[in-house]
Structure formats: C-alpha cells, structure tokens
C-alpha cells in the first residue's frame, strides 16, 4: 500500500516535471505572474546576447568563481538576492536599488548580501559591452552559478530582462521571513506563478546557507521572556541551538547536519524536527507540502533535477522584455539617469 503510494506520487512528480520543462522550454512568463499578455518578440531567450556580448555567461561565472572561492558563504547569499529579487515585482534587480525607501533598504532585507559581487560583475560587463546587460539578467546568472559551484545542478538561463525602475521598501518586507503558515506561503507563491512543488524545491535552497538568531528567536523563547520553545523542535537540536544564538547577529546553519552540501539532508532534517525556520518544518506538517518533502528525503536525483526546472519557473516571474519596458542599468544600485 505504501509502496503503491510512493510510486503513484512519483510518477505525479514526473508529470509535474515534464509540464515544468514544457513551459521552461516555451520561455513565456506563467500568466498567473503577471497581467501582461507576453507577445513572441517579449519572450527571454538563450540567444539574447549571442551578437551583443557572447561572452558574458564566462564573465559571470568567472567572477562568481573567484568571488566564492574567497567566501564560501556567498554562494548561498547570492542565490537567496535572486529570490528576493524575484519576488518583488519579478526578477527586474529592483532589489539591488540603493535609494532611501528602496527594497534593498526595508527591514527584511537587512541580512541579504552578495552586492558587491552583482556589482563588480557588472562593472566588468560594462567594459567589454558597455549598456547591453541587465543588471537582472546578471544577478539570474550568477544565482545559477552559484548553485553549480555549491555542487548543485546546472540549467541553461534563458536571457533579455530588462532593470526596473520601481523599488519600494514595504513591497520588499512582504517576501516571507519564516514565521507565515504554509497557506500563506502558498499563496505567495502562487500569487507568482509558482506551485506547492515549487515551493518544496525551492525551500530546498535551505541545505545551505545560514540565518542569523534574529530570525529563529521565536522559536527559542517568547518576548515577555518567559521561557517557551516551539514544540516541534527538536529538543537535542533546541539546546545546540541555544548555545549558538547567544546574540542576535550570530549565524547558524539552515541544514543543522550537511550545511555546506546542496544535498536532501535539509528534507530528512524536517522529519527529525530538525528544521531550523519554523516555514521549513511547517512542510512537514502541512497535508499538501508533506508527500513531496518524504519523496524528496530519499530521491535526490528528483530534488537536483526538479530544482533547475523550478529555479527557471523563479527565473522568469514577471520579466520585463517590451520594448518599452523598463531599461539596462548603467549602474546596479541606480535607476539611469536619463
Ligand atoms: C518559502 C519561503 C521562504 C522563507 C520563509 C525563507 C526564509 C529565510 C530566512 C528567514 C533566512 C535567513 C535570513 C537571516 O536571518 O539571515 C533565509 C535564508 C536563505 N534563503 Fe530562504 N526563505 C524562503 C524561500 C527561499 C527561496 C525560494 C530561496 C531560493 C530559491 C531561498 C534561499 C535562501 C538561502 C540560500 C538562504 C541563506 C542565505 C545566506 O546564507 O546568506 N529561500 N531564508
Ligand atoms: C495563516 O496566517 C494568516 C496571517 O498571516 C492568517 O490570517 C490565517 O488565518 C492563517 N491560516 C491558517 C490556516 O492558519
Ligand atoms: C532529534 O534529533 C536526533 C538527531 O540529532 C534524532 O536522533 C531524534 O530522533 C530526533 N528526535 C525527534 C523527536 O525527532
């Protein structure tokens, strides 16, 4: 019966898989994500930059490359930039915008990193075709970069974002901080064009990277100070984790047993109640997000293929590629001044 079950479940994800790859193929921004109807010359494509600047996926990996080979961590800081980027009026480096009131300056950006190295990238890029490459298409690039270099699966990035030119600090502290329920962070996701998969596969991003206290102090004890964990956490892992949360600032790993490998531990953590954002095991609990956690705890082929599909489904959410849409940055942190 179970074993009928797993197997039913799995060839459900290999349908979801296949449709994924379907609309990755098409390249069309998911209608859900945006009003915009997409007409053929607004689509993203893998040839965007063959004439304009053929070199710029080498550029971007180059410097992604030596910039994590200095800070490990950085790999996970710029694949989390590329989700908040994402998720605030789609992947158009709104986030990168350094103004007062932008998103970049909201509160619940305060712990996003990897600027610099969008920057420098960027800087490079402008030598070699100066007023050619999107700051977003940049940041999507390096995102995937990032996750081959932390040992997770490559795609290809379909490109022709075009910057933004709106970033608003309140849009930006909507993105979930890891204390919503699963509704609404099925509802976030949605609201962008991504499904319950997706938000499995891509919370499967926490088998790296950290989180400061900040972020987890709920879950240790209460604000009057009376002395109350969350009951679904892990009693051993609870006191691993008050040892390590003497200050607020300090960082502790999303994957509380392989944090530096893009594996399915993050997954079998959840059935331990090892998760360390209370989002993360709230997966586990949940009826609509538990089958896929199990399947994923014990097939990491589907988790590294299915996350390349959903990181392009990511990728794609409300790009702007019209003509009169938005505009290349000279500068990241600016909108042009023209
Ligand atoms: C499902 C909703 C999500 C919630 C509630 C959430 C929440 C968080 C939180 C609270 C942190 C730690 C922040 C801090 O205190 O420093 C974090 C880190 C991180 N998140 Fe998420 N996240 C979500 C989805 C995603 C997605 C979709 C991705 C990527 C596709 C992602 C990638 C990351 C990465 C890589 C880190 C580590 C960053 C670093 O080490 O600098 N997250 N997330
Ligand atoms: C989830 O949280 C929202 C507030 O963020 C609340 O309105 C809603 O009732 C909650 N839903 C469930 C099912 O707990
Ligand atoms: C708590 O974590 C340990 C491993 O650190 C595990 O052996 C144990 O089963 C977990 N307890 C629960 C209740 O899941």
Request: proline share 4%; charged share 25%.
């Amino acid at each position: 019966m179970r074993w009928c079950f797993s197997f039913i479940f799995v060839l459900v994800l290999v349908v979801l898989h296949l449709d994924g790859l379907a609309r990755s193929r098409a390249l069309a921004t998911p209608k859900t994500a945006s009003p915009k109807v997409s007409s053929p010359q607004d689509l993203l494509s893998f040839t965007h930059y063959l004439n304009t600047c053929p070199d710029v996926e080498g550029i971007i990996q180059n410097k992604v490359r030596a910039w994590v080979k200095k800070d490990y961590t950085l790999a996970a800081s710029i694949i989390r930039l590329h989700f908040h980027d994402c998720a605030v009026r789609g992947c158009d480096a709104s986030i990168l915008l350094n103004h007062a009131g932008s998103e970049r300056r909201a509160e619940a950006s305060k712990t996003l990193r990897g600027f610099q190295v969008i920057e420098e990238i960027k800087a490079e890029v402008e030598k070699r075709c100066p007023g050619r490459v999107s700051c977003a298409d940049i940041l999507t690039a390096a995102a995937r970069d990032a996750t081959v270099l932390i040992g997770g699966p490559f795609w290809e990035v379909p490109f022709g974002r075009k910057d933004g030119k709106v970033s608003i600090a309140r849009e930006a502290n909507r993105v979930p901080q890891g204390h919503e329920n699963v509704t609404d962070l099925i509802q976030f996701f949605q609201a962008r064009g991504l499904n319950i998969l997706d938000l499995v596969i891509l919370s499967g991003s926490h088998t790296i990277g950290r989180s400061t206290c900040h972020s987890i102090q709920h879950r240790l004890s209460n604000f009057n100070g009376t002395y109350k964990p969350d009951p679904s956490l892990n009693a051993t892992y609870l006191r691993v984790l008050k040892g390590k949360c003497g200050r607020r600032y300090n960082y502790v790993d999303l994957d509380g047993t392989t944090p530096r490998k893009f594996d399915t531990e993050y997954y079998k953590n959840l059935g331990k109640k090892m998760a360390l954002l209370s989002t993360d095991q709230g997966l586990y609990r949940d009826s609509r997000t538990s089958p896929i956690v199990e399947a994923l705890a014990t097939q990491p082929e589907l988790f590294t293929n299915q996350f390349a599909v959903s990181m392009v489904k990511l990728g794609n959410i409300q790009v702007l590629t019209g003509k009169k849409d938005g505009e290349i940055r000279g500068n990241c942190n600016f909108v042009n001044p023209y």
